[in-house]
């Protein structure tokens, strides 16, 4: 692909991350193939939240859509920042998951069908807890059985990012799109200065927060495969792309040994400045070489 | 509520294996060994504390760069190395107090290390071997989706060292803005934020509970009677399939998982109207 940041002229841009998760989600498919499962009108929310006083939200925040892409078959399953911070519990994690599970049967059963699922989440929802926590673990366990038989491509756009236990679904993905403005990651910063301290992480720091997390940084060093602006166009076009382009022949999360070499030769007595980590981290299979 | 000290895993890993040791070329928190288990020959896996690792924020039996890595190399040994004879069992023993926080972790991509070693137990638990998870102390968050909760069957001892969560108390009283003493007071009457490893069983994600007296000095009587029941659970998975449906389909889930049951059953209707 070309569209590297400088296709869509930002005058004429169709802002991706102003859409709600069903916009999102609509957006992503041919024309008028997509119908939304298990909508609001269904009423699945989550048991736990009233209970606590919070109020729940009629599709628990996550959105789940069946049509095609590029002419074939595929699920879309979006999470809604808005609600919760796209955190996952009972509701919202059982959609993702049985989602993925009826698309893997389909795939079994000779109907080739794609998932691509938009992360706009914290992670576990606290309220949830040990739900949340299993429902991820089952999620996981789900995309790992879909990806042999096709693609799962996870789109971060938004500010929330993708972080927490969210963010291993996210390694297990065939493929990674991003924005600029996305952020992907095991432990946002406010954690990790809790847990660490403000020398570890300075969570004020938006410059090291994005040089760190932001979907630049981790195209550059092979770890988001496609890199695209905010333009609702780009990003469907990114994602046909990758529904067209198939099941991967090695996964990235599989190559252990590679990512434990590199590991290895790190130096660990300081910190590292990120640009200068690119260098160091990229030796081969990064986008930075295919640049 | 109980302390991490990050010594149960050492304990069962040497009760189990006979030692307590890293594979050649492994970090000193990854413990890897090949052990006798019943008819089988199990591999064994436990993360321990490394107070000298090269990750300063992996210090502490937190599960970071390395431990992952590791993980997932050891396992893909065994998956590689069985590929066309009998599956080996593979036994996580679960002691791990939390991912490691560090800044370093997050430039060099956590998220991918710990993913990788869910991806290495997701595909053995695929290719057929059992995957078994003995939680004997802590398995918190992000580090027991990295070292266990792939696994076919989780059993954990009813002690009150044992905690599994997705967040340990003091973080999760900040992050949903409530007063720790709140948030014990709900965690009472909400299974799912039960800090209590009996009302964990209750959400039927558990194989089993097993009884010891002292998990951090165990019987020889003991460790036959757990040895015994990791037999149990691998004869079990053996014959189940290889998801991880088991979860939902306990007598225990049916009762407190009624809305994923009822999601999965809807969402199957609708997705095959047309």
Known sequence: MSNNGHGASFINRQSFIELDARERATALFDPGTSRELLGPFDRMESPWLPMQGITPQADDGCVVMKGKIAGQAAVVVALEGAFQGGSMGEVSGEKMTAALDLACADNEKGMPTSAVILLETGGVRLQEANLGLAAIAELMASILALRKHAPVICLMAGTVGCFGGMSLAAGLASYIVMTREARLGMNGPEVIEQENGVEEFDSSDRALIWAIHGGEQRYVTGLADELVDDDTPQIADAIRHFVSKGVPALHRSSRAALYRNRIEKLDTSGQWDPKEFRACWATNGSNEEKR | ?274
């Open chain 2, 1 to 274: 509520m109980s302390e991490y000290t990050g010594v149960r895993g050492t304990v069962w890993f040497r009760a189990f294996t006979g030692r307590a040791s890293p594979m050649l070329g492994d970090p000193n928190s990854v413990l890897t060994a090949d052990a006798p288990l019943g008819k089988d020959h199990a591999r064994f896996l436990c993360v321990v504390p490394d107070p000298h690792a090269r990750f300063p924020c992996a210090r502490h039996g937190e599960v970071g760069l390395e431990e992952a890595f590791t993980l997932a190399t050891r396992i893909r040994e065994v998956i590689e190395q069985d590929k066309n004879t009998i599956k080996r069992p593979i036994v996580a023993i679960v002691d791990v107090k939390s991912q490691a926080y560090g800044r370093r972790e997050e430039t060099a991509a956590i998220f991918l290390a710990a993913a990788a070693a869910a991806d290495a137990y997701g595909s053995a638990r695929l290719a057929g071997h059992p995957i078994i998870a003995l939680v004997v102390g802590h398995a918190l968050s992000g580090a027991f989706l990295t070292h266990g909760y792939q696994a076919n069957r989780i059993l954990a001892f009813d002690d009150d060292g044992v905690m599994i969560h997705a967040m340990h108390k003091e973080a999760a009283a900040r992050v949903t803005r409530r007063s720790v003493d709140e948030l014990g007071k709900f965690a009472k009457e909400i299974a799912p934020m039960s800090y209590d490893i009996r009302d964990y069983a209750k959400l039927g994600l558990l194989y089993k509970l097993l009884h010891v007296e002292n998990p951090e000095e165990p019987s020889q009587q003991e460790i036959r009677s757990v040895q015994a029941e990791l037999v149990g659970a691998i004869a079990d998975a053996r014959t189940s399939p290889v998801d991880l449906r088991n979860r939902l389909e306990s007598k225990e889930a049916r009762e407190m998982r009624k809305a994923s049951i009822l999601v999965r059953t809807k969402l199957e209707a609708q997705w095959l109207e047309n």
